[in-house]
């Protein structure tokens, strides 16, 4: 039904832009407006393709002195071609491409706030290219830097929070190839705290929780001689995001979270000041924390995930039986024999 009343609008829209005498820029913003609403919070990829369809009509109408709004489509249009999953990178070289265009125009005549908004999804648009080898991380990190300087944390804390996020998890995707690997992952950490500054727990708990997630993940794989320190700071970021993230209203994001816990868990002795005692009650509840998020991930068709959980949780158990315990009520309450079900 929803397809159907978009393929309407389409269509309207166009049989208007050839019926009306409206001038051209009428009709192009008309058709941006309609490629929004399509654009927002689609239930097809048909939609998304219906949008760019329609931002490229639009392009179309517009004579070359309306440099701004064409920039303005573009950059719009580059926001609907990033968001098509495909396997393949053609949908977003086209967004790059969007992009490009757009930022000089915008830079020249657009408002700051529009500016940075292509900025970051430029940076995030480089970032995904970057994963295939068709971009540079760097430039990445260079275009999430450049969008930094407009928003702020004081005047715009969920874009800053959002792009220190990102920030992060590009300096974090670099291989440790080099001396500076350290540095990267030092910068990383500044940065999910550097969000967490502007960021709160009643003003943007979903972001405040990925912040804390990615932190605690952050810290707690960092090539640093201060492991036992780090991983107790995981611990207090992964708690924080549990405040937010519950199994009842974000089943998946808790899954991940207490998952990331665990394996924090696992490597931690149960007294850090006598780290010689062993870790056999953090090892416990690191696989009674690895059983729920196996049973959890696999309740959602999340098989990967479920697996790799599975996994996991088969090595700890494993280790408390090599250390004389006999997990029988971990491995009872978790059913390890169903995890190769289909």
Known sequence: ????????????????????????????????????????????????????????????????????????????????LQTIPSDKTEYLDEARKAFETALPVLEALGTREELAEA???????????????????????????????????????????ILHNNLATAFLSIPMTDARGK???????????????????????????????????????????????NNLRALEAYDEALRVRNPKDTPLEYANTIANKANALSNLPDDPSCPEKGNPQNVLQAARLLGEAGEIFSRFGEKGKADQVTSTLQALIAEMRGNGQEPEAVINHHRLETKHET
């Open 1 to 80: 039904m929803a397809q159907s009343l978009a393929r309407q609008q389409v269509e309207t829209a166009l049989r208007l832009v050839e019926e009306e005498s409206a001038g051209a820029v009428e009709k192009a913003e008309m058709l941006m407006e309609i490629a929004m609403g399509l654009q927002h919070k689609p239930e097809t990829i048909q939609e998304l393709l219906d949008a760019i369809a329609l931002y490229q009509r639009a392009l179309g109408l517009l004579p070359d002195s309306e440099r701004l709004l064409s920039a303005r489509i573009q950059a719009r249009m580059g926001t609907a």
């Open 119 to 161: 900025w970051m999804n430029l940076g995030l648009v480089l970032q995904s290219l970057a994963t295939d080898h068709q971009a540079k991380i760097t430039d990445a990190i260079s275009a999430y830097q450049r969008a930094l300087r407009i928003f702020d944390g004081e005047r715009y804390p969920a874009e800053h929070a």
């Open 183 to 229: 540095m990267r992952e030092a910068l990383a950490v500044q940065s999910f705290e550097a969000a967490l500054k502007v960021i709160n727990i009643i003003d943007h708990p979903a972001e405040y929780a990925m912040l804390q997630n990615n932190l605690g993940n952050a810290l707690q794989y960092a090539s640093s001689t201060h492991a036992l320190e």
